[in-house]
């Protein structure tokens, strides 16, 4: 398969001298979720990027940053991280054979990521403080020192990311009527926006969708209109009290025709399990908040009947192994007899 930077070329910022630093990351599958879609009258599909080379949509970006961090010199690259810009980071680092630093909160990051950011030999910095402090401590590091800051203040992460909206109109033949997504740092909706805006200015899409983010009720800045001091969600993916692109966001949402709104744990992990248990998809926690918001929406009325509604699945459910195990059945244990199994079995 075609790098994703060689299939979007033409609307990459790349040079003749830009090296590409590729998993195979991007053409991820649009899945059709027709038991939500009957029961909300819409018809809704899921952009899986969990089916990333790292399991999240960062894999679009990290592969423009870490590139264009290659073709300008940098040895070295670092990021502050709820989990999953610090496994992408480690990764695509690892295969330039860069040397990469990641600044992640204490004790908040889901385990797979940061099993991730450590098989891939970074140097992993666990602050004792939010990802606002991280992100803080990181734009005065890279102030001092020459090393490549690849969170999504960096605009080729940006750049990255938009290449989401333009796989969603290839697939659909032009952009859906609306689309639903997580908000954390606001990095991503806000490349959606450019995305889409992009593709029908190139005449490869007619129109553009509503967009509608969602953050975790209790840490919802953009809803709430100022920063939270400490946010607190399971969907530690979003757990963000100060989100650097949240004005051009908030500007995104309202030129689109969308908003932003809140969703709280428990519609979060419901979303997570119905997906998972209705439609086969193992998501993360965060990526469950654009489900559980249209759901939402569509309860509201802001979703006409036989509209076309993308869900975007930020990450995989892998990567959060002990929220799956926690909100599950429990195991059972049994003797090891026939008759005990087949009890349990067809109980
Ligand atoms: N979903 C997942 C799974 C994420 O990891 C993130 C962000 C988001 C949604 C929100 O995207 O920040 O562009 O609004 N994760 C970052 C990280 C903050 O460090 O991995 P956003």
């Not at 997504?181 to 553009?208: C, D, H």
Request: proline share 6%; glycine share 10%.
């Amino acid at each position: 398969m075609k790098a994703l930077i060689d299939r979007y070329r033409d609307f990459l910022p790349m040079t003749p001298s830009t090296p590409v630093v590729s998993l195979g990351e991007g053409g991820t599958p649009l899945v059709p979720l027709p038991r939500l879609s009957e029961r909300l009258g819409v018809r809704v599909l899921a952009k899986y990027e969990g089916m990333n080379p790292t399991g999240s949509f960062k894999d679009r970006g990290m592969t423009m940053a870490v590139s264009k961090a290659v073709e300008e010199g940098a040895t070295a690259v670092i990021c502050a991280s709820t989990g999953n810009t610090s496994a992408s980071a480690a990764a695509y680092a690892a295969r330039a054979g860069l040397t990469v630093a990641v600044v992640i909160p204490e004790g908040k990051i889901a385990a797979g990521k940061l099993a991730q950011a450590l098989v891939h030999g970074a140097r992993v910095l666990s602050l004792d403080g939010s990802f606002d402090d991280a992100l803080r401590v990181v734009r005065e590091l890279v102030e001092r020192h020459p090393i490549s800051l690849v969170n999504s203040l960096n605009e080729y992460r940006i750049d990255g990311q938009r290449t989401a909206a333009f796989e969603v109109c290839d697939d659909l033949g032009d952009a859906p009527d609306a689309l639903c997504i997580p908000v954390g740092n606001a990095g991503n909706i806000s490349a959606y926006w450019l995305g889409f805006q992009a593709y029908r200015e190139a005449e490869r899409a007619r129109r553009l969708p509503r967009l509608y983010g969602f953050q975790a009720a209790g840490a919802a800045p953009l809803v709430e209109g100022a920063p939270v001091a400490r946010p607190e969600t399971v969907a530690t993916a979003i757990r963000i009290g100060n989100p650097a692109r949240g004005e051009q966001a908030l500007a995104a949402m309202r030129d689109s025709g969308g908003a932003v709104a809140a969703v709280t744990d428990s519609q979060i992990l419901e979303a997570y399990a119905m997906l998972a248990r209705e439609e086969g998809i193992f998501c993360e926690p965060a990526s469950a908040a654009s489900v559980a918001g249209l759901i939402l929406r569509a309860r509201a009325g802001d979703i006409a009947p036989g509209e076309t509604v993308v869900c975007v699945l930020t990450g995989h459910g892998l990567k959060d192994p002990d929220t799956a195990i926690v909100n599950a059945e429990p195991v059972r244990r049994l003797p090891a007899t026939l008759d005990a199994v087949e009890e349990a079995v067809f109980a």
